[in-house]
């Protein structure tokens, strides 16, 4: 059942914000708590993985090529939807290895690399075609994909792979403004980070053993917010 909505229920189940999605409209939270999706999710997804268990529906061919630039986790559902859809999917990506940020910026405590290598081996056994190493814009543009190797469509899913601008300044509540510069340097010992991700840096850092660390945790990266919501882990 779950395999006609998501392909990747042990990743998901591990890693999407559950509390301020599924489980926040749990009807269970007018009266108890809301029920464990992500952990059922997660349990029904190693489950398929111990037992080998690919389930989804594929819908006959229809002829169509599509072209999947980045294998991030928006990459990956596009590669799972498309196929079962009857497409066929060839997924590039630019690095030595397929995932994106699932592989490159979560924790493996929390998404372990063998949990993520099987959920995209699924991809390969319903056909997908991955190849790595590949730099779209580089080797060959959207154009040509589209005008000389046969794509019928092109999703562009690079994710993290282009540098975003951050803000320069980030205001703590009432602690005031600390100064950062783009590469987001400071003299200050801290962890900025949004939501998740705070806990997972700071997570590492004392797995590291490298020492007391701040970790100041925001809902989102602001010049100004009046709804920073700094938190510290020792």
Same mark, same amino acid.
């Given at each position: %059942?779950? *395999?006609? !909505?998501?392909?990747?229920?042990?990743?998901?189940?591990?890693?999407?914000?559950?509390?301020?999605?599924?489980?926040?409209?749990?009807?269970?939270?007018?009266?108890?708590?809301?029920?464990? %999706?992500?952990?059922?999710?997660?349990?029904?997804?190693?489950? $398929? +993985?111990?037992?080998?268990?690919? !389930? #989804?529906?594929?819908?006959?061919?229809?002829?169509?090529?599509?072209?999947?630039?980045?294998?991030?986790? $928006?990459?990956? $559902?596009?590669?799972?939807?498309?196929?079962?859809?009857?497409?066929? @999917?060839? +997924?590039?990506?630019?690095?030595?290895?397929?995932?994106?940020?699932?592989?490159?910026?979560?924790?493996? *405590?929390?998404?372990?690399?063998?949990? &993520?290598?099987?959920?995209?081996? =699924?991809?390969?056994? &319903?056909?997908?075609?991955?190849?790595?190493?590949?730099?779209?814009?580089?080797?060959?543009? %959207?154009?040509?994909?589209?005008?000389? &190797?046969?794509?019928?469509? @092109?999703?562009? /899913? !690079?994710?993290?792979?282009?540098? /975003?601008?951050?803000? !320069?300044?980030?205001?703590?509540?009432?602690?005031?403004?600390?100064? @950062?510069?783009?590469?987001?340097?400071?003299?200050?010992?801290?962890?900025?980070?949004?939501?998740?991700?705070?806990?997972?840096? #700071? /997570?590492?850092? %004392?797995?590291?053993? @490298?020492?007391?660390? #701040?970790?100041?945790?925001?809902? =989102?990266?602001?010049?100004?917010?009046?709804? $920073?919501?700094?938190?510290?882990?020792?």
């Amino acid at each position: %059942i779950i *395999s006609a !909505t998501t392909l990747h229920p042990a990743i998901c189940g591990r890693v999407c914000p559950k509390e301020s999605q599924c489980e926040a409209l749990c009807r269970s939270n007018k009266k108890l708590e809301a029920v464990g %999706i992500g952990r059922l999710e997660r349990w029904i997804g190693d489950m $398929a +993985i111990e037992n080998g268990w690919i !389930t #989804a529906h594929k819908n006959p061919a229809n002829g169509l090529n599509i072209g999947i630039i980045g294998s991030g986790p $928006a990459g990956l $559902a596009c590669a799972g939807d498309m196929k079962k859809a009857g497409c066929d @999917v060839t +997924i590039f990506e630019a690095l030595d290895k397929t995932g994106g940020i699932l592989r490159s910026a979560i924790p493996e *405590s929390q998404l372990p690399p063998s949990i &993520l290598d099987a959920e995209i081996n =699924k991809l390969l056994t &319903l056909g997908v075609r991955i190849e790595c190493n590949v730099i779209v814009g580089q080797q060959f543009t %959207i154009e040509q994909m589209l005008e000389e &190797l046969g794509f019928d469509a @092109v999703f562009v /899913s !690079t994710g993290l792979g282009y540098q /975003s601008n951050f803000k !320069t300044t980030l205001k703590l509540a009432a602690d005031g403004n600390i100064e @950062v510069n783009e590469a987001l340097q400071t003299s200050i010992r801290c962890v900025f980070a949004a939501g998740n991700v705070a806990n997972d840096a #700071a /997570s590492v850092i %004392i797995a590291m053993g @490298v020492g007391k660390k #701040a970790a100041i945790g925001m809902k =989102k990266f602001l010049s100004i917010s009046e709804k $920073a919501e700094p938190f510290a882990l020792n």
